[in-house]
């Protein structure tokens, strides 16, 4: 195991949080770090609990135990404003966005230009400036999220994220409904955040992109630490800290193929 | 495509609905996909007036005209208020009661106790604001649904109403009065009814004209001015005709323009600021609004409390209109009546969509039906009925509606 250390400036730490559904344990002592100017990638398998720990971030959910450290202090994040306030922002799996209110209005939703006289003009320049950066293809931001494809409606929940100019931003499976271009763009997104120092939790599926574009990737299994990797992994050695297995379903189709093809097979 | 290009027309895909025709077509494509706007009320009040004045020409009459608005502004100000509740896909089932008990206190502190009026009147408005207050404490640290808490709140109420009346059953509230003569006399002189007729077109014309130049300053697309100018006139027209009409009998009713007035200042409130907003979202995705870090539970208080408040100065017009505080005051038809005013008037029961006007247009089709029947001296069991056909229709128009957006992707 290959854990990439980074000597920048830590901006978030996890010590031992555990998470507690009743009587399912979603997360179990999850320890993490995300550092200043870093991706880390967040994999693991369906139902590891990917979501669940970037909800206790978001403050959507409250954390059974553990403590969280945000630029050193420890701090309770018990309500999304909380953790909006703190510079956490979020790009929720299921998106979040109220389908009756236009482009424009859930991008800035609770964050309104002028709240007693809402500068709407003001609102949709920027709503069109802040998607224009995304490459983003919406023919009008005034009308209601529920006529936009899910790719446009991923689009928009990306551009809110970003709207407040967050110190982390955690994008949870961002690219899932995106196009190719669009996958390439919300890529070339996250690199420029990461340059502009902030942190960045990206969690994906699709190992080439995690592998593209993260400093470290972290693998949860069943609710547990399952290592970390740096971004130079083997596909084989994360889909076994995955699947927990180094004799898996992926690794024997590869077997397969390997041997037809008879390439001497390296064990790990 | 030049090098000026707008922000909002870059995209090739988008049609620019420029002058009236594209007012129109615009128009038509969102009637279509079921965004009927203000389409079923128009029709329903040439509908009913068609009807009704067949039946009985009295009702046309500017007179009785009158006499219909000042009716509608009591059940208007109901229906105003709980608008705020069916935006948030809540309901609050004890409006008529809550109009009922302010009446009666207004009746005991001000007849029974002598205190001054607008004190007596703060003191039911206060009351309302309490009322919500407990409604939405109900929901927000039980869970309780609102229809529930709001319907045990009805018969609550309600009990509080007859206590508070007593064994007299009914106060008789000072005819020479400013709140009596307000629900029951005054009229506008006509010189101001025309001069005030101007102003919604007016306003609408300057700022339509501010818009247009700070969009155009900002690099947007401009709403045609063709556009602009055609829906100040018309406006002006229809209201310049009614207020006409209306001064050919009695006049315009102060009651019913401060209702009015109510009605604007609501709906600024609901399109043009953070708390408007707000309470959209919470009634189109509340746990999108949460995660967005509204305060769901605060925004409820306040929407509860705006619904009892307005309940409570309903009732407190309604009084004003019958010059007594009675144990019948606020039973009834009056709780539904003012719940089918807002759907009427495109208010959506299933939270998100509606709008202030809703309240005033609705309630004049509730109005003039409940009007034309009586003027038809129908039982109170007839018209009960057909006041329950009429709601039953506006849901139904109300879901299908639903369903149409939801198949034309338009929440
Ligand atoms: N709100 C909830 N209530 C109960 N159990 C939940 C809830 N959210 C998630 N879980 C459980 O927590 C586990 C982790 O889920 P999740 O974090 O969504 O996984 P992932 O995003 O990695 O696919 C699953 O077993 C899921 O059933
Ligand atoms: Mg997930």
């Not at chain 1, 424009?104 to 802040?130: C, D, H, S, T």
């Not at chain 1, 400093?215 to 076994?240: H, M």
């Amino acid at each position: 195991m290959t854990g990439a250390t980074s000597d920048k400036e830590l901006i978030l730490k996890l010590s031992n949080v555990s998470k507690q559904f009743g009587a399912v344990t979603a997360l179990d002592g999850i320890d993490m770090e995300v550092h200043k100017g870093e991706v880390v990638a967040l994999v693991g398998d369906n139902g590891a609990g990917k979501s669940t720990l970037v909800k206790i971030l978001a403050g959507v959910h409250a954390k059974t135990s553990g403590t969280i450290e945000f630029e050193g202090r420890e701090v309770e994040i018990g309500t999304p404003g909380r953790a909006l306030e703190l510079g956490i922002a979020t790009v929720f799996q299921d998106l979040a966005l109220c389908e009756n209110l236009d482009v424009v209005a859930n991008l800035f939703l609770g964050q309104e230009m002028n709240p007693w006289r809402l500068n709407e003009i003001e609102m949709e320049v920027r709503a069109w400036k802040l998607l224009g950066e995304l490459a983003a293809r919406i023919p009008s931001v005034r009308e209601p999220i529920a006529s936009l494809s899910g790719g446009q409606r991923q689009t928009v929940a990306i551009a809110r994220s970003l709207l407040l100019d967050p110190e982390i931003i955690m994008l949870d499976e961002p690219t899932a409904a995106l196009g190719v271009a669009q996958t390439a763009e919300v890529l070339n997104l996250i690199e420029r955040v990461r340059d502009r120092g902030h942190g960045v939790i990206l969690i994906s599926h699709n190992m080439e992109d995690v592998r593209a574009v993260a400093d470290r990737i972290v693998v949860l299994r069943l609710g547990k630490n399952n290592g970390t990797f740096g971004p130079d992994a083997s596909q084989e050695e994360l889909v076994s800290a995955i699947t927990g297995a180094t004799d898996n379903s992926v690794s024997r189709r590869a077997k397969a193929r390997d041997a037809a093809s008879s390439v001497e097979e390296g064990a790990k | 495509m030049s090098d000026t290009q707008k922000f909002d027309r870059a995209d090739s895909r988008v049609r620019e609905d420029t002058g009236l025709a594209g007012a129109a077509r615009a128009f038509v494509d969102r009637v279509r996909s079921g965004d009927l706007g203000m389409i079923p009320v128009i029709l329903g009040l040439i509908v009913i007036a068609v009807v009704f004045t067949s039946l009985n020409p009295v009702f046309m009459r500017p007179q009785n005209l009158t006499n219909l608005l000042f009716d509608a502004a009591a059940v208007g100000l109901i229906s105003l208020g709980v608008v705020f509740c069916l935006l948030l896909g809540e309901i609050d089932l004890s409006i008529g009661s809550m109009s009922g008990v302010a009446s009666a206190i207004l009746g005991v502190l001000w007849v029974s106790v002598g205190i001054p009026w607008p004190l007596a009147i703060l003191a039911a408005l206060a009351a309302g604001a309490f009322t919500g207050l407990v409604y939405a404490a109900l929901l927000n640290r039980f869970g309780m649904p609102s229809f529930v808490s709001t319907l045990a709140g009805l018969l609550a109420l309600l009990g509080l109403q007859l206590f508070l009346l007593g064994n007299s059953g009914s106060i008789n509230l000072p005819f020479q009065s400013f709140l009596i003569r307000f629900g029951q006399i005054l009229v506008m002189p006509g010189w101001l009814s025309y001069l005030l007729a101007l102003v919604p077109g007016l306003v609408i014309f300057v700022f339509g004209m501010q818009t247009r130049s700070e969009r155009a300053a900002a690099n947007l697309s401009v709403p045609a001015m063709s556009v602009l100018v055609a829906k100040a006139a018309s406006l002006t027209a229809v209201i310049l005709i009614a207020v006409w009409y209306l001064n050919q009998g009695r006049g315009v009713p102060y009651m019913f323009v401060f209702f009015v007035l109510l009605v604007t200042g609501m709906e600024y409130i609901l399109t043009r600021t953070q708390f408007g907003r707000s309470i959209f979202a919470v009634g189109g995705n509340r746990e999108a609004a949460r995660r967005a870090g509204i305060k769901v539970e605060r925004i409820r208080i306040y929407a509860f409390m705006i619904c009892s408040t307005f309940a409570a100065a309903g009732g407190i017009l309604a009084a004003s209109r019958l010059a007594s505080a009675s144990r019948q005051a606020g039973t009834g038809d009056v709780n539904l009546n003012a719940i089918a005013a807002a759907v009427i008037g495109g208010t959506s029961l299933f939270g998100g969509r509606g709008s202030a006007w809703s309240a005033l247009l609705g309630v004049l089709v509730i109005q003039a039906i409940s009007n034309g029947l009586t003027l038809l001296n129908l039982s109170s069991s007839l018209r009960y009925m057909i006041l329950g056909a009429v709601l039953a229709l506006a849901v139904i128009v109300d879901s299908l509606a639903r369903q149409s957006r939801a198949s034309h992707g338009r929440a």
